[in-house]
Structure formats: structure tokens, C-alpha cells
T-cell receptor, first 113, second 113 residues
Framework: AQSVTQLDSHVSVSEGTPVLLRCNYS??????LFWYVQHPNKGLQLLLK??????LVKGINGFEAEFKKSETSFHLTKPSAHMSDAAEYFC???????????FGTGTRLKVLA | DAGVIQSPRHEVTEMGQEVTLRCKPI?????LFWYRQTMMRGLELLIY????????DSGMPEDRFSAKMPNASFSTLKIQPSEPRDSAVYFC???????????FGDGTRLSIL
């Protein structure tokens, strides 16, 4: 069975410093993994997706994630945080590559001026 | 490009009233999803349509909830009668195919008094 665990419910960083949001997954198959961002009163926006083509995935707004099979991890990073990055971030695994998403519990990112 | 459009954005109504939420998916997408988001339970899939046909409604809470997709550009989620525990944010999402990344609308924030 697939599952996804976001290791931090809250992360605070200073503007201009690196961001690391951690996600571990469990999957019997080669997983499809996604990161979504949700700004207040908005829907979820796709940041990036992993579908086995390349282990380092680049997304929008300077975010990237690295798929590490040996560690069953798919951590999200950004070299320099911006105030506009403050939001909730969801790691998602697709069940056996189907329509069914399993959502992590979310990580709320706070960016300090 | 227009994204997924949901209406209304906010709905406040009294217990026992009928509530209808509306969704216009992205043109050309053949898969449509309704989700509910609450603090306690996170994001839950209510129902999945493919080519206007309900494929998976196992997440619909009970008979008070119903969803329709009369054509490729419109879907409704109806609650009748509504109860305070139905208060949540309801999201509609669409994707080109069921196993491709989902694009979310900005949601309807529903409050049942």
C-alpha cells in the first residue's frame, strides 16, 4: 500500500535562506510523486512531479525535488526563500499511477523578513 | 488559460437547506474530481468522473450528497439536507487523463449554521 509522510508540520526560514521540506513515501511500485502548494484561500497548485524520467525534478518558482529510492524520500528544496513562498505544501503520491491521490498532512512554511 | 472555475466561492446557509456547488473544468480535460478539505481530515476525494461518468463515488459521505456531470464542461455537487458537519472547503479538480496531474479550482468555503 502507498503512503506519504511529511516530517514537519511547520517550517520557518528567513527570507533569502534555503528551504527544505521533507517527504518520505512508501510504495510497492515505482511511484508517481507530486508537490503542491496551497496559498491562503486558494486551491492547490502543482509545483512539480516525478514520474521516473529523472531523479532531480525542477518545478516552478525555483523549487526542485530529488527522488531518492534508497531513502524513499522526495524532499522539496529552494535555494533562497521569498516572502511569497509562505504557504502550505503538500507531498502527494499517486496510487499505482492512477487517479487516486494520497495526500501528506501538509507543511506550513513561514518566511521571516 | 482559464483554470478550473468554481462557484460560489463562499456559501453560508442554515442547516436543512439544499446547497449546490458548481464546477467548470479545464477545457479538454476528461477527468473531474470533487474533494473536501477540513482541518481534522485533510483532503478527501469524494467522487471521480471520467468522460462525464462517475467512476469512483466511494468517498461520498452519505445519501445526502450527490454529484452530476451532465456534460464535459460542467459538474455539480449537491448536499440535501445540509448539516453543520458538512462545513468545509470543497475543491473541484480536473486532469487531461485520470492518471495525469490534477489542476485544482480555488474552492468553495461552505458554512452550515
Amino acid at each position: 500500500a502507498q503512503s506519504v509522510t511529511q516530517l514537519d508540520s511547520h517550517v520557518s526560514v528567513s527570507e533569502g535562506t534555503p528551504v527544505l521540506l521533507r517527504c518520505n513515501y512508501s510504495s510497492s511500485y515505482s511511484p508517481s510523486l507530486f508537490w503542491y502548494v496551497q496559498h491562503p484561500n486558494k486551491g492547490l497548485q502543482l509545483l512539480l512531479k516525478y514520474t521516473s524520467a529523472a531523479t532531480l525534478v525542477k518545478g516552478i518558482n525555483g523549487f526542485e525535488a530529488e527522488f531518492k529510492k534508497s531513502e524513499t524520500s522526495f524532499h522539496l528544496t529552494k535555494p533562497s526563500a521569498h516572502m511569497s513562498d509562505a504557504a502550505e505544501y503538500f507531498c502527494v503520491v499517486s496510487v499505482s499511477g492512477t487517479y487516486k491521490y494520497i495526500f501528506g498532512t501538509g507543511t506550513r512554511l513561514k518566511v521571516l523578513a | 488559460d482559464a483554470g478550473v472555475i468554481q462557484s460560489p466561492r463562499h456559501e453560508v446557509t442554515e442547516m436543512g437547506q439544499e446547497v449546490t456547488l458548481r464546477c467548470k473544468p479545464i477545457s479538454g480535460h476528461n477527468s473531474l474530481f470533487w474533494y473536501r478539505q477540513t482541518m481534522m481530515r485533510g483532503l478527501e476525494l469524494l467522487i471521480y468522473f471520467n468522460n462525464n461518468v462517475p467512476i469512483d463515488d466511494s468517498g461520498m459521505p452519505e445519501d445526502r450528497f450527490s454529484a452530476k456531470m451532465p456534460n464535459a464542461s460542467f459538474s455539480t455537487l449537491k448536499i440535501q439536507p445540509s448539516e453543520p458537519r458538512d462545513s468545509a472547503v470543497y475543491f473541484c479538480a480536473s486532469s487531461p487523463q485520470g492518471n495525469q496531474p490534477q489542476h485544482f479550482g480555488d474552492g468553495t468555503r461552505l458554512s452550515i449554521l
